[in-house]
């Protein structure tokens, strides 16, 4: 199986700042990477997903953005944070033959 | 427009007792349906995951059926731990294979399980 990891596991940063959140993988290569967040009380919203290196898509427009510079390694960024982007974001991986999606551990990320 | 929705949005029972989360869908076309438990602060855990053509599916004590007729689903707790206290997340993939395209997301129920 797959094991995602992400860190930081919990940031508090104040609007305006700029943002970056990390997410590797084990255990496959040439995976699915995406990044989802979870607001409270809802459900996941994916935003950006990827199938190879260099190649991300958006699913919601916003002023985050997704890079993948490596086949295992997935970044999320902002240039600058607003309060809206609060929530717990999730990394996610998949093999492009299966339906299996694993997690991470999540970051919960505070803009205050 | 795909949906999935869930029911109860939560719910809190005994230890030892038994519990059904139901699942109702629109997305199509239909190509898997996958459960999830997320405990609080944690990322989710597959559960179990059902084509067309399962209509039921096990892992240890929970057990998922889908009627693709009804675009129901249903997740059975069979004598609920302590553990079992999490959010389940119901998700319908309208896109056969990986990617991401069609993946819709239930807002999940909360469950909570007292000693």
């Known amino acids: 199986s797959q094991t995602i990891h992400q860190w930081p596991a919990t940031l508090v940063q104040p609007v305006g700042s700029p943002l970056s959140l990390e997410c590797t993988v084990e255990?496959?290569?040439?995976?699915?990477l995406y990044w989802y967040r979870q607001a409270a009380g809802r459900g996941l919203q994916l935003l950006f997903y990827?199938?190879?290196?260099?190649?991300i898509s958006s699913e919601v427009p916003q002023n985050l953005s997704a890079s993948r510079p490596q086949d295992r390694q997935f970044i999320l960024s902002s240039k600058k944070l607003l309060l809206s982007d609060s929530g717990f974001y999730l990394c996610?991986?998949?093999?492009?033959?299966?339906?299996?999606?694993?997690f991470g551990p999540g970051t919960r990320l505070t803009v205050t | 427009k795909n949906q999935v929705e869930q029911s109860p949005q939560s719910l809190i029972i005994l230890e030892g007792k038994n519990c059904t989360l139901q699942?109702?869908?629109?997305?199509?076309?239909?190509?898997?349906l996958r459960w999830y438990k997320q405990d609080t602060g944690r990322g989710p855990v597959s559960l179990t995951i059902?084509?067309?053509?399962?209509n039921t599916k096990s892992n240890g004590r929970y057990t998922a059926t889908l009627d693709a007729d009804t675009k129901q689903s249903s997740l059975h707790i069979t004598a609920s731990q302590l553990s079992d206290s999490a959010s389940y997340i119901c998700?319908?993939?309208?896109?056969?294979?990986?990617?991401?395209?069609?993946?819709?997301f239930g807002k999940g129920t909360h469950l909570i399980i007292q000693p």
């Open positions: 998700v319908v993939s309208a896109k056969a294979g990986g990617g991401a395209d069609g993946l819709t």
């Open positions: 059902m084509t067309f053509s399962e």
């Open positions: 990827s199938v190879g290196i260099g190649q």
């Open positions: 699942c109702n869908y629109t997305v199509s076309p239909f190509s898997n």
């Open positions: 255990g496959t290569s040439n995976p699915n």
């Open positions: 996610a991986s998949q093999r492009g033959n299966s339906y299996e999606q694993y």
